[in-house]
C-alpha cells in the first residue's frame, strides 16, 4: 500500500482504496486523456515534473514587457521605461527632468503621422479655459465658417465663383497648416508616405482639377478627425494623470513636538506624518496613533470606507475621513501602492494584445494597396479606354481619401485603453491589453484555497494532549516555539495564540523547515516537530485514520506535535471561508469555466471546503513545487488557465499561468510585480467582472474592425464607380468612421456587472 495515497472517505471501509474520488480529482499524467482516472500510477507527482522539465513552457511566461518600445517618461534617467526590473537608484523629480504630460504618454494611432515622438504635443483642449480659447476649436469653427460661407457664395455665384474659390483656399490654408507640417516632416524627415501625405496631394488635386470646395472639405474633415483622435488620446492620458494627481505633494511631518509641512518626497521611511480628518494620506504606512475610517476607492475601487486602527495598513492617495491619525510611513514616495499603479497602468500600454500586433500589420499591407490601386483607377481608364481624365482622377482622389487607416488602426487600441482605465476605477489592475484579450479564452480557474478561497486568517480551534505528561499550554509552547521563524498562515496562529495567552516562545535549535512538511527543531536538547499528516505519514509515527477524520471532516487543518518517540498531541487550525467564494465558484461553474483549488491540506479537510463552496477539481496535501506542475497539466487537459493566489507564495504558478491573478494587491508589492492582474482589495467578484469586461471588450473591438473594413470596402468601390464624392470620402469614410468607433469604444467603461 503506498501511503500517500491513502483514502480518507468517510464513508470508505477500504483503507487501500485508490478511487481517486477519495483523494485527488484529477489525473496527474499530463499523457493521459482522462480527467477522473483511475490507475493509482497516475497519481505520482513524478509524472508532472517529468512533464514540465520535457516541455518549453516559456509562450506562457509572459510577465515582462517589451522594453524595446518607446519608453514612458522622457526624463534624462529614464526612469519610467517598460523595463520591470529597472533599479530606481536615483533621485527622480518630475518637477526637474519633466511635466506629468510626458510621463503619461499613450499613442492611440500609430498610422506614421500619430508615432511622432521628436516634439511635445500640445493639447487639444487645455483645462480651465474656455472652449473657444483652444487652438483646436479655433481652427475647427473659423475653417468650418469659412467652409460653408463658400457654398453660399459658390451657391449665388457672386463674382463667378472666383470668391467663393478664394474663400475654400483661405479654410483650407487654415485647417491643412497643421496637415502639411506632418506631410513635410514625414516626406523629408522619415521618408514615408502617411495619411498626411495623401490628404495633401488629395486637397491640392482638388483645387488643380477645379473641385476647390471639395479640397477645402478634405483638410476641414481630416482636421476635425485627427482632432478626435488626439482628444481620445488626451481623454487616456488623463485617466492616468488623475492617478498621479491622487497623492498629495505635501506632507505633515511630525518632528518632536512640531508639526511642520514638508513635501512627501523629504519624508523617510520611519518617520511620522499626521493625517487629519479630510486630509489626503501623503505616504504608504501603518497606523500607531488614532482611530478613523479611511475611504480606499482610489486605491482599491470600493467606495465604502474602511476603519483604521493601531497597527492597520494605510495608503498614499486615500482620505481620512473623521479621525485624528499618527502614522509611521512605510514606504518611501516612489515605492508607494499608488506609484506602483501609475507606472504599471502607463507599462500596459506597452504590452500589447495579439490583435492590436494582427492589425498593425494589415495596416501596413492595406495602404500601399490603395495607394496602387489609386495610380490605376487615375491611369488606367483615360489611358487605354479614352476616358475623361479629371473624372477619373477625381475618382482616384477619392480612394486616396479613403485609404487613410486611422479609424481602422485606432479601432482596437482605443478599445483596450478604455478598458484597462475603466478596470484600474473598479480597482482592478491589468498590467496590459493582452490580458484583456486572453481572459475571454480562460477554460479554468485554479485557486489557491489559502487566502484565496479563503480569507487568510487561521484560529486555533482544538488543543488535543495524547500524552499525559504534556498539557495544552505545553503543546502551544513546543508549536509556537517551532514556528516562531515560519511565516505561514498556520505558523502565524499558533504564535499569536502563544503570545495572547502570555505563553513562553522558546529557543529552538538545529532549526529544519521541511517544505509542504513540517518542522523539526530541538528544544532544550530534545528533538519535537509541528508536521502535517505527510510528514508522519511516511515515518514510523502512526496516527488512526479516524483521529483524522473526526477533525478534518469539518475542514480543519491538523497539526500534529511529536517528540522522538511517538505523537504527543494534535492541534488544530480553521480558516474562514470568504463569504463570495461560493456565488463566484457557482458563476463560473455555470459559465463552463472548470474550477480547480489548490491546497496543501490533506484531502478530507480539503474535501470539506469545497463541498461547501462547489469547487469541480481539487489537488491537495500539495508541496508548493507542485502547484507549478499542476497549472502546466491543468492547462494540458483543459486549456488556458488563470490562477488565483496571493501572489507571494504563488508567484511561480501566478508567472506560469495564461493570467495570474493576485487577491489583496494592495497589501502586497509581489503580487504587484507578479501577477498579470491584481485585484487591489480581497474581493473575488472581481474575477466575474474581469470575464465581463473581456468579453465586452473585445466584442466592442470586433464591431469596431468590422465596420471599419466593411465601409473602407464599401466606399472603395463607390469611389471607382463614382458615386460618392470627396467631401463624403472624408466625412463619412474618415471622419464619420473615427467618431463611430471612439464613441462605440467609449461603451466599454460602462462595464460594472459581471455576465454570468
Known amino acids: 500500500m503506498e501511503h500517500n495515497n491513502r483514502c480518507y472517505d468517510p464513508d470508505c471501509k477500504n483503507e487501500e482504496c485508490f478511487n481517486p474520488e477519495h483523494f485527488n480529482f484529477i489525473c496527474m499524467d499530463p499523457n493521459c486523456e482522462m480527467v477522473h482516472c483511475e490507475k ?18 516559456k509562450e506562457y511566461e509572459h510577465n515582462n514587457v517589451d522594453t ?22 536615483h533621485e527622480h523629480n518630475h518637477e526637474d527632468c519633466c511635466d506629468d504630460d510626458c510621463c503619461s504618454d499613450i499613442k492611440i494611432c500609430n498610422c506614421g503621422d500619430c508615432d511622432d515622438d521628436d516634439e511635445e504635443e500640445e493639447e487639444v483642449i487645455k483645462e480651465g479655459i474656455p472652449l473657444l480659447k483652444n487652438r483646436s476649436i479655433q481652427i475647427i469653427v473659423s475653417s468650418g465658417i469659412l467652409f460653408a460661407l463658400g457654398h453660399l457664395l459658390e451657391y449665388f455665384s457672386v463674382f463667378g465663383g472666383t470668391l467663393a474659390t ?65 482628444y481620445s488620446e488626451q481623454r487616456a492620458q488623463h485617466s492616468i494623470k488623475s492617478l498621479v494627481e491622487i497623492a498629495p505633494e505635501k506632507a505633515r511631518l511630525k518632528v518632536g513636538n512640531t508639526v511642520e509641512t514638508v513635501s512627501i518626497d523629504e519624508v523617510k521611511v520611519g518617520e511620522i506624518v499626521i493625517v487629519k480628518p479630510g486630509d489626503k494620506v501623503p505616504l504608504d504606512g501603518k497606523v500607531i496613533e488614532g482611530v478613523s475610517t479611511i475611504n480606499q476607492s482610489s486605491i482599491t475601487g470600493e467606495s465604502i470606507p474602511v476603519t483604521k486602527t493601531i497597527k492597520d495598513k494605510v495608503f498614499a ?30 507599462q500596459s500600454q506597452l504590452n500589447r494584445s495579439h490583435t492590436e500586433t494582427y492589425v498593425e500589420k494589415i495596416a501596413k499591407y492595406y495602404t500601399p494597396a490603395i495607394i496602387i490601386i489609386t495610380i490605376c483607377v487615375a491611369i488606367i481608364p483615360p489611358l487605354f479606354f479614352g476616358e475623361n481624365i479629371v473624372d477619373w482622377i477625381y475618382r482616384a482622389l477619392s480612394l486616396m481619401v479613403i485609404s487613410c487607416p486611422c479609424a481602422f488602426l485606432i479601432s482596437t487600441p482605443i478599445g483596450m485603453v478604455s478598458s484597462i482605465t475603466s478596470a484600474t476605477r473598479q480597482g482592478v489592475l491589468i498590467k496590459g491589453s493582452s490580458y484583456v484579450e486572453e481572459m475571454r479564452n480562460i477554460k479554468a480557474v485554479i485557486f489557491d484555497k489559502t487566502g484565496t478561497l479563503t480569507e487568510g486568517k487561521l484560529e486555533i480551534m482544538d488543543i488535543d ?27 502565524t496562529a499558533i504564535v499569536n495564540h502563544a503570545k495572547d495567552n502570555n505563553l513562553q516562545i ?69 480558516d474562514k471561508i470568504r463569504d463570495e467564494s461560493e456565488e463566484v465558484i457557482r458563476n463560473l461553474n455555470n459559465a463552463g469555466v472548470k474550477t480547480v483549488m489548490l491546497t ?33 497539466t491543468i492547462r494540458n487537459k483543459f486549456g488556458d488557465v488563470a490562477m488565483v493566489g496571493d501572489g507571494i507564495n504563488d508567484a511561480p504558478a501566478l508567472a506560469r499561468s495564461n493570467v495570474g491573478i493576485a487577491m489583496g494587491a494592495a497589501g502586497s508589492d509581489v503580487a504587484i510585480e507578479t501577477a498579470d492582474v491584481a485585484l487591489m482589495q480581497d474581493d473575488l467578484t472581481k474575477l466575474p467582472y474581469l470575464f465581463s469586461l473581456s468579453t465586452k471588450t473585445m466584442s466592442i473591438i470586433k464591431q469596431n474592425i468590422i465596420t471599419a473594413i466593411s465601409v473602407k470596402f464599401l466606399f472603395v468601390i463607390l469611389a471607382i464607380l463614382g458615386l460618392i464624392t470627396l467631401m463624403m470620402a472624408v466625412g463619412i469614410g474618415d471622419m464619420g468612421l473615427t467618431l463611430l468607433v471612439i464613441l462605440n469604444s467609449f461603451r466599454i467603461g460602462r462595464v460594472k456587472d459581471p455576465i454570468f
Do not use: W
Not at 477645379?210 to 478634405?218: K, L, N, R, Y
Not at 494532549?465 to 498556520?490: F, G, N, Q, R, W
Open 40 to 57: 493509482n500510477a497516475h497519481y505520482n507527482k513524478d509524472l508532472l515534473k517529468n512533464f514540465q522539465e520535457k516541455t518549453n513552457f
Open 68 to 89: 524595446k518600445v518607446d519608453k514612458i517618461c522622457d526624463c534624462a534617467d529614464d526612469c519610467c521605461t517598460g523595463n520591470t526590473h529597472h533599479e530606481h537608484n
Open 166 to 230: 478664394v474663400i475654400f483656399a483661405i479654410g483650407a490654408i487654415i485647417a491643412g497648416y497643421d496637415i502639411a507640417k506632418m506631410a513635410k516632416k514625414a516626406v523629408f524627415t522619415r521618408h514615408t508616405i502617411t495619411p498626411a501625405v495623401l490628404m495633401c496631394i488629395a486637397a491640392v488635386a482638388s483645387f488643380l482639377i477645379g473641385h476647390p470646395e471639395e479640397g477645402a472639405a478634405v483638410t476641414f474633415l481630416y482636421f476635425i478627425a485627427e482632432f478626435l483622435e488626439d
Open 317 to 346: 492617495g486615500t482620505v481620512n475621513q473623521d479621525g485624528y491619525l499618527e502614522i509611521e510611513v512605510t514606504k518611501a514616495s516612489k515605492d508607494s501602492v499608488i506609484s506602483k499603479i501609475v507606472t504599471l497602468v502607463k
Open 465 to 491: 494532549v495524547l500524552d499525559d505528561k504534556y498539557t495544552k499550554d505545553d503543546l502551544i509552547e513546543i508549536a509556537s516555539s517551532l514556528e516562531k521563524k515560519s511565516t505561514h498562515p498556520i505558523a
Open 506 to 574: 522558546k529557543e529552538v535549535k538545529n532549526f529544519k523547515n521541511i517544505p509542504g512538511k513540517g518542522i523539526v527543531g530541538y528544544i532544550n536538547n530534545k528533538q519535537y516537530y509541528a508536521a502535517n499528516e505527510s510528514l508522519i505519514e511516511n515515518s514510523e509515527f502512526i496516527v488512526s485514520r479516524e483521529t483524522v477524520i473526526n477533525y478534518a471532516s469539518d475542514g480543519k487543518t491538523v497539526v500534529f506535535i511529536g517528540n522522538e518517540e511517538k505523537v504527543i498531541g494534535i492541534i488544530t487550525v480553521m
Open 600 to 632: 496543501g491540506d490533506n484531502k478530507i479537510a480539503a474535501h470539506a471546503v469545497s463541498d461547501k463552496i462547489g469547487v469541480t477539481y481539487i489537488y491537495s496535501d500539495l508541496l508548493p513545487e507542485d502547484k507549478l506542475n499542476i497549472v502546466d
